[in-house]
């Protein structure tokens, strides 16, 4: 039986149509248009559902927290100061509640998650007491090491009594606190906490337009809100610095007293609780010197020739 003719392998004449389903080839340039439409064609992405949105984990919560204060204090501070000027700010006494704040919001998360009721209770009591007395006493760095090697002996020779002479001291001064099992209540503290951040809210408002004061090579500028500006000569001041409480020092981030004094030690001016002086005395001494430096220039300016020192 014969085999039907097969017309792939034959080549068909021009001029004939692919009616046996014969393709014919395009002409070279229609290919290369064809190619090029492909390609200019814009393939359809896959479309993707949006990604959920981030959780904020515990610890940031906590970080946010805590690091609220230092990022206002931070704010505050370098706000606009130039390259030949230094602006700092002196904290009222409610700028020091930060670190209740901090301590009592931060307890929000970490109780009972991290630490007991307990702990959480004795954290926020040693907060506040730590406040009381940064605000009632000046203790100054040797006034601190003195208190602590007193009570430290005390605390000794009380545990020797008791371990060899049996005679008991600390005992029930422990054993009555430990009684007490003061707990912490998040609705107390929170409601607390709420409370005083108005006040310290303040103390923000007030370094911010009656506490400002600007240190220039020429001259301090301090500017009181509905008040007025000084202005102080500085010509023949020198500036020292003064860490009168430790306690405040660390609540201050670094704080202390600046006193301008004369050539006889008198103190003319005293700016107390410097926010950050520590860390800004190193600009601040070097503006001062830059006012010292062209003081020296214009003295040996003004002299006659013969007055002046030989090199």
Not at 131 to 139: E, G, P, Q, S, V
Not at 171 to 188: E, K, M, N, R
Request: net charge neutral; with cysteine.
């Amino acid at each position: 039986m014969p085999h039907p003719p097969d017309y792939t392998k034959k080549s068909s004449p021009p001029g004939t149509s692919a009616a046996f389903g014969l393709s014919r080839r395009a002409p070279a340039g229609k290919r290369w248009g064809t190619l090029m439409a492909d390609q200019q064609e814009p393939q359809a992405l896959p479309q993707k559902s949006p990604p959920p949105p981030a959780k904020i984990n515990l610890s940031t919560k906590i970080g946010r927290v805590i690091f609220a204060p230092f990022t206002a204090v931070g704010w505050l501070v370098r706000g606009r100061s130039k390259i030949d000027e230094i602006v700092v700010y002196s904290a009222p006494p409610a700028f020091y509640l930060w670190v209740v704040l901090a301590v009592g919001f931060a307890l929000k998360f970490l109780v009972p998650a991290v630490v007991s009721e307990r702990s959480g209770a004795w954290i926020f009591i040693f907060t506040l007491i730590y406040f009381i007395l940064a605000l009632l006493y000046d203790m100054s760095l040797k006034k601190l090491v003195l208190c602590t090697l007193v009570v430290a002996v005390i605390w000794l020779f009380a545990k020797y009594l008791e371990n060899l002479r049996d005679i008991v001291i600390l005992g029930p001064i422990l054993h009555h606190f430990s009684v007490l099992d003061p707990q912490y209540d998040h609705g107390t503290v929170m409601v607390i906490c709420w409370l005083l951040l108005i006040p310290w809210v303040c103390s923000l408002f007030e370094m911010a337009f009656n506490r400002k004061k600007k240190f220039s090579p020429n001259e301090i500028a301090e500017f009181h809100f509905g008040e007025g500006s000084e202005l102080t000569d500085r010509t023949g001041l020198r500036f020292v610095t003064k860490y009168r409480d430790v306690l405040e020092t660390l609540l201050g981030f670094g704080g202390g007293d600046l006193l301008a004094v004369d050539n006889h030690q008198t103190v003319i001016k005293r700016y107390e609780n410097i926010v950050g002086l520590w860390f800004y005395w190193e600009k601040l001494d070097r503006i001062l010197h830059q006012r010292a430096t062209l003081v020296d220039e214009d003295e040996s300016q003004d002299q006659p020739p013969g007055d002046q020192p030989a090199p």
